[in-house]
């Protein structure tokens, strides 16, 4: 039996029509009131019903339209959908990113869904739930919003660039990195902190921001907006030659990434808790 890999496209098309979907649901559930159910990390680090309902509705419609493939989601992990299937699809969700944003009424809160075959992230989607706003980005195919494609920031001085940023839960982790924030924002025009690292990411691509870097994002995190990113050129990594992750992800374009890239090192903005 020949197994058929779905093209980036048509697993981009599923993304889209899912998130959309769950982006209908949170935003309805938000104006009807939402409540916290649960904390995780921390006592500030808040699990909505939303979250949870919303990402229950993802992992069911992407079992009715692809029921072999592997979900990993921010609140139930692996669930029950099991390995990749044959093909190797893995669709990463983060269901509602910018939770606290979301409990508290503010605009900045996105559906976060991107295809993985085999290891390599293909196809990604985030929605904003409150504006409509979407970023999509394929595999050598380019990151787009309403049909304009991206490029990212045509910065290139450091002392100009606006840069985005996010903190951790943890008091000692905040500590580190509010360090790290007092040291470089001599060295930069400005410093922005939203609270939803993949809209940061999409912001980054389009050029809304100049830059982005973070400690502590989790692969929901960084799989769908990580994609918008590198698909508008910009760099994204973690700094000393590894690989974005956990330890720090930092996006921004080719001239901003080298003394951006230096400056966090010198700070070590991927030390600490």
């Given at each position: 039996m020949i197994i058929s890999t779905p093209t980036a496209r048509e697993l981009l098309t599923i993304a889209v029509d899912v998130a959309r979907e769950a982006a209908t649901t949170a935003y309805r559930m938000r104006v009807e009131g939402v409540s916290v159910a649960a904390t995780k990390s921390t006592v500030t680090d808040v699990v909505t019903a939303a979250d949870r309902a919303v990402e229950r509705q993802v992992v069911a419609a992407l079992r009715q339209r692809r029921p072999g493939d592997a979900v990993l989601g921010e609140e139930y992990g692996a669930g029950e959908t099991g390995p990749a299937g044959p093909d190797g699809v893995r669709w990463i969700l983060?269901?509602?990113?910018?939770?606290?944003?979301?409990?508290?009424?503010?605009?900045?809160?996105?559906?976060?869904?991107?295809?993985?075959?085999?290891?390599?992230?293909?196809?990604?989607?985030?929605?904003?739930?409150?504006?409509?706003?979407?970023?999509?980005?394929?595999?050598?195919?380019?990151?787009?919003?309403?049909?304009?494609?991206?490029?990212?920031?045509?910065?290139?001085?450091?002392?100009?660039?606006?840069?985005?940023?996010?903190?951790?839960?943890?008091?000692?982790?905040?500590?580190?990195?509010?360090?790290?924030?007092?040291?470089?924002?001599?060295?930069?025009?400005?410093?922005?902190?939203?609270?939803?690292?993949?809209?940061?990411?999409?912001?980054?691509?389009?050029?809304?921001?100049?830059?982005?870097?973070?400690?502590?994002?989790?692969?929901?995190?960084?799989a769908a907006g990580g994609l918008v990113a590198r698909e508008a050129g910009l760099l994204v990594t973690g700094l000393s030659g590894l690989p974005a992750g956990p330890d720090l992800v930092l996006a921004a374009p080719p001239a901003l990434h080298g003394p951006l890239h230096d400056r966090l090192a010198d700070l070590d903005a991927s030390g600490g808790p």
């Open positions: 983060d269901p509602i990113d910018g939770t606290v944003n979301y409990l508290y009424g503010l605009p900045y809160c996105a559906v976060s869904l991107a295809a993985e075959v085999a290891g390599e992230v293909v196809a990604g989607v985030v929605r904003n739930i409150v504006t409509g706003e979407e970023w999509t980005a394929t595999l050598g195919g380019g990151a787009w919003r309403d049909g304009q494609r991206l490029h990212g920031s045509a910065a290139t001085d450091l002392g100009q660039a606006l840069v985005a940023t996010g903190f951790g839960y943890d008091a000692d982790r905040r500590a580190h990195q509010a360090r790290v924030v007092t040291e470089l924002i001599p060295h930069i025009r400005d410093i922005r902190r939203m609270g939803a690292a993949a809209l940061d990411l999409c912001l980054a691509a389009e050029g809304r921001v100049d830059a982005y870097y973070e400690k502590g994002l989790a692969d929901w995190d960084l």
